[in-house]
């Protein structure tokens, strides 16, 4: 982001000001007042969290910052939609006959709509103070969203599965999942480590051997060994001793077709005779004792973990402490909302059950009840509610991902990404209010802060780029947004007088006045295309 | 030029939102209301913008402001048509040499028949005429979905020139007792007396005391104090390292020492002292007319600090700094950006001189000479410089512009290095001026100047 396109202090104030008044109105002629506000809460928080994503200065503390913003973020966004059915269905149902159904359903959709629209528009008035919002700050926003889901997500589907793996165990005749990975663990540990010595088991033995001197060389190479050693002939020992683990290796390597065919193609009779049985015993108890075997593989495990220590130190000192601190910072906020949810999951998981049933109408409140008391006793409280914070993270993550593809997208200007969100939110919460039937005045009202906020905000930022916010700069923008506002007022003025007079036209139901509706809407759409 | 904004297409896709919703919801209410995006599409679609007429002057406070010295400009543009107009962006046309330091070169206002906008701002003066371009004027009509830039070209002052030589002189007290001399304790002839001895063969017959013959009867010779005609050479230290500012738009380390040396130099020539001048670290394009065979810049000016050869080798450090300034500016550079460099391997520790600037210009120094030394002291080499000269007893001062005052961490350190750096400088015998940036350059040279002749 840079300053330049920061747009003046009295058109963000004039912007913030008509949505939070236009979004606040409808909302309230809908009566749905609680999700709205958790979700206009949640929507100034993923402002704030993509603020603070595109931190430069201070990357680690914004992105901690964000990624923590991610789980109320996520509850705003949840409570908006959902919550908002839920209450909405509280209200609306049950239908008084069947043939209400599909009306009340068109009813609830399009209030829930009025609400999802409210929380975006208040989100991209946020995103306006500042413009904050742009490609790349959307982008790590998203994730470092995605990064704190990861956690708690997998936690919770790993519980979940855990519950229905040991539901199987118990209901069915079937062995535990515990029983299953023992038997493949023990098969696995005894081919590798502890063969019966009755004849020479050379593949395991010669694979474990080769891995070994590989990962030794590996080591060796990795390790800071010539920079410590002064003087050329510790130099020329180290390359020699290389030298000879990887010419090891190959040959070792060479011998593992050999012991293929020795163990699995040749009868152990047959090899017996073939090599002289002192041979074969001296063969039978080397590459069967456990002893050699657990070296190499102790070989394996510390060279292993040698060459990752002196990547990660590479990494790490090749990078400042900031840049860290960033990386890890979502996953520590990962961390942080599982230790949490552990220790809240009962009271809330109690708390959100009741909430529901007390709000859901008539007999679905019990029914529902009944229900989760059966689904917390089968997967427990804390599974349930580790994947439903999972999922509520998710939510999050793919709003702000949708937000980046949007902005991908470049029907979204980064200059006026907010101004746009905000004008566009205003647009449909306004459409969706009208389906339901608000109020004429409160209708076109919201039309006209809908295209002001737009015309104020866009005017704002371009006076902001080529300006600079100086002291003339709000007089112009006052001029500007009361010349508009007339405008406004004008075609409200326009639209009184089609409503007042098309009432009558539009409530009669015959082709012929759609059609010719359907003829104006093509002549204006017209008129545009000739204007520009 | 004009041309047109597209600005509109939230709301046509409003309106056609609109008009399809309400068709489909049979809403009459949200079909009406389609009207009013589509009134803000009309106006705009018809907003054209009005015919203008401006005019502008330009008032620059300052006639000859000092280098780095902030001068207000003040700029009026008037409206002096018939029509009012809603929305009029000026930006005034600053040279892009002058970095604006206060205030905003930019400003918009909405301006009625005879109503004028004043935008008022100060830069950071440098050495030279800067010409100011033509005033951007933009104007959009209300609806803003037209924009027409033109430029007005204002009256008054058109260029800010910024003089290095005030005409009084400043070192009035600044006293010169042998112009161009430099008295020595060894006697010979001369015209102040210093001793008698005993006459030799050959001692000129002027210089025998007569009087003493007459008295005494012995030969006996005056000897005066010998004075040797020297010559002040002025070197300005304009190597990379000194081509950092304290803050953005101030002269550089190099550009400050060049003002120094052409003040001390201008003085100098009044007081009619023979004087050379060179400039170490400049490259060959830096000078019109190029550098001398030895890579050095060496001028022997007649006349002083006007002079074309003296003025050519100030204008090579000028385009110098400004060719690695606007570097800096490309690479986001700041004033501790060349600091960190140090001077390690200018001698080598057998003490052959290795800098290959040290070495020549210790090669064409003459033998007797004074040796004034310009430099900020941001890395080691004025310290070598001036162990150097002192090692072959030539008498040095050094006057060095602090360039290291900031409030940054970096600037910090670098200031505690130049400040060892004067301390060794005074270690090797050299004497110091220290020209701090808020006090007047006059204090300092007038402070050098006696230093030079109190010898």
């Known amino acids: 982001m840079t300053h330049t396109d920061r747009p003046t202090a009295t058109s963000t104030a004039l912007v913030v000001l008509a949505t939070l008044a236009t979004a606040t109105v409808l909302v309230r002629a809908i009566g749905v007042s609680m999700p709205a506000t958790l979700g206009g809460v949640g929507a100034v928080l993923l ?21 923590l913003l991610a789980l109320p ?28 159904l599909p009306a009340t359903v068109i009813a609830l959709s399009a209030r829930a709509m009025v609400v999802v629209g409210a929380v975006a528009a208040v989100f991209g ?86 891995v070994a001197l590989i990962v030794t060389r590996r ?26 683990l990887f010419w090891g290796s190959v040959l070792v390597s060479l011998g593992i077709p050999i012991g293929i065919l020795s163990d699995f193609v040749v009868p152990t009779r047959q090899l017996r005779n073939s090599l002289s049985p002192a041979l074969f015993d001296l063969l039978t108890s080397l590459t069967t004792a456990p002893g050699p075997r657990a070296v190499l593989w102790w070989t394996i495990v510390v060279g292993v973990a040698t060459l990752l220590v002196v990547t990660l130190l590479r990494r790490l000192v090749q990078s400042s402490a900031d840049r860290i601190g960033a990386t890890l910072a979502p996953f520590a ?23 529901v049933a007390d709000t859901l109408p008539g007999e679905f409140g019990p029914r529902f009840r009944e229900l989760s008391g059966a689904v917390v006793e089968f997967y427990g409280p804390l599974a349930l509610v580790m994947t439903a914070i999972g999922v509520v993270l998710l939510v999050a993550t793919l709003a702000t991902t949708a937000l980046w593809l949007t902005l991908l997208t470049k029907y979204l200007d980064d200059r006026t990404a907010g101004v746009g969100i905000a004008s566009a939110a205003l647009f449909q919460t306004a459409a969706f209010a009208g389906v339901v039937g608000v109020s004429t005045t409160v209708l076109f009202g919201s039309l006209i802060a809908a295209v002001l906020v737009w015309d104020v905000g866009e005017f ?14 709000r007089r112009t923008e006052l001029v500007h947004a009361t010349g508009m506002l007339a405008v406004g007022g004008v075609g409200a003025t326009a639209a009184l007088a089609i409503e007042s007079d098309s009432v009558g036209a539009i409530s009669v139901s015959g082709g012929t006045v759609v059609l010719g509706l359907v003829a104006v809407l093509a002549g204006l759409l017209a008129l545009l295309v000739a204007l520009r | 030029m004009t041309e047109r904004v597209r600005r509109w297409g939230i709301a046509v896709a409003g309106t056609v939102t609109l008009v399809s919703v309400g068709l489909l919801a049979a809403e009459p209410a949200l079909f009406a209301g389609a009207a009013i995006p589509l009134a803000y599409v009309l106006f705009g679609a018809f907003a054209r913008v009005p015919a203008a007429d401006l005019d502008a002057e330009r008032t620059v406070a300052a006639a000859t402001p000092t280098p780095g010295d902030p001068v207000e400009v003040s700029l009026t543009v008037e409206n002096t048509g018939d029509r009012s107009l809603t929305d009029v962006r000026v930006i005034d046309g600053i040279p892009s040499e002058l970095r604006v330091v206060e205030g905003s070169p930019r400003d918009c206002g909405s301006l009625r028949p005879g109503d004028s906008l004043t935008v008022e701002y100060a830069v950071r003066s440098k050495r030279g005429t800067y010409a100011f371009d033509d005033t951007a004027v933009r104007i959009r009509p209300l609806a803003a979905t037209e924009v027409a830039t033109t430029t007005v070209e204002p009256d008054g002052d058109t260029a800010l020139t910024c003089a290095n030589v005030v005409s009084e002189v400043p070192l009035a007290d600044a006293t010169l007792p042998r112009a161009g001399t430099l008295p020595t304790d060894s006697g010979g002839s001369g015209l102040e007396f210093h001793a008698t001895r005993d006459y030799q063969p050959g001692d000129p ?16 010779t005056v000897e005066y104090r010998e004075e040797q005609a020297v010559r002040t050479v002025l070197v300005v230290d304009a190597r990379p390292p000194t081509r950092v500012t304290p803050e953005p738009g101030y002269p550089t380390g190099a550009e400050l020492s060049a003002y120094a040396a052409e003040r001390l130099l201008d003085a100098l020539s009044r007081s009619s002292v023979v004087a050379s001048l060179t400039a170490v670290g400049l490259a060959e394009e830096d000078l019109v007319g190029g550098l001398d065979p030895d890579g050095l810049a060496w001028v022997d000016p007649d006349g002083g600090a006007q002079s074309p050869q003296a003025n050519r080798l100030f204008d090579g450090v000028q385009s110098a700094a400004a060719r690695d300034s606007a570097a800096a500016d490309a690479t986001g550079g700041n004033a501790t950006a060349g600091v960190a460099a140090d001077g390690s391997g200018v001698v080598s520790d057998d003490g052959q001189v290795q800098d290959p600037y040290l070495r020549r210009l210790l090669a064409r120094l003459p033998p007797t000479a004074q040796v004034v030394v310009f430099s900020p002291a941001l890395d080691e080499w004025p310290v070598e410089l001036a162990t150097s000269l002192r090692a072959r007893s ?20 670098a200031a505690l290095e130049r400040q060892l750096r004067l301390e060794s400088l005074e270690l090797v015998g050299a004497t110091l001026i220290d020209w701090n940036l808020v006090d007047p350059i006059d204090i300092a040279m007038r402070a050098s100047l006696a230093e030079l002749f109190s010898r």
Not at chain 1, 49 to 63: E, F, K, L, M, S
Not at chain 1, 77 to 99: M, W, Y
Not at chain 1, 461 to 473: D, K, N, P, V, W
């Open chain 1, 47 to 67: 402002a704030v969290a993509v603020w603070t994503a595109g931190w430069d200065r201070y990357r680690a503390v914004g992105t901690a910052l964000s990624s």
């Open chain 1, 73 to 100: 973020v996520g509850i705003g966004l949840v409570a908006a939609t959902i919550g908002t059915v839920i209450v909405l269905a509280g209200v609306l149902f049950p239908v008084p006959s069947l043939s209400q």
């Open chain 1, 125 to 210: 008035a946020t995103v306006a103070v500042g413009n904050v919002l742009d490609r790349a700050t959307a982008k790590r926003a998203a994730a470092s969203s995605f990064k704190t889901t990861l956690l708690p997500l997998v936690l919770g589907l790993v519980l979940v599965a855990g519950a229905v793996l040991d539901y199987l165990q118990s209901s069915r005749d079937v062995p535990g999942v515990g029983a299953v990975v023992g038997d493949v663990l023990r098969a696995v540990t005894t081919v590798l480590f502890e063969p019966p010595s009755v004849r020479p088991r050379l593949t395991a033995f010669l694979v474990l051997a080769a």
């Open chain 1, 219 to 244: 080591a060796l190479g990795a390790l800071p060994l010539s920079e410590i050693a002064t003087g050329t002939p510790a130099e020329r020992a180290i390359e020699s001793v290389r030298r000879a």
């Open chain 1, 333 to 355: 906020a990962g961390t942080t909302v599982v230790v949490g949810t552990t220790v809240v999951a009962d009271p809330v998981l109690s708390a959100l059950i009741d909430w």
């Open chain 1, 460 to 473: 704002g930022t371009t006076l902001g780029r080529e300006i600079g916010g100086g002291s003339g700069a």
């Open chain 2, 205 to 220: 017959v002027s210089r025998i005391d007569w009087r003493r013959f007459a008295k005494t009867n012995e030969l006996t």
């Open chain 2, 394 to 413: 030539y008498p040095t001062t050094v006057v060095s512009p602090d360039v290291t005052g900031g409030e940054q961490l970096g600037q910090s350190v």
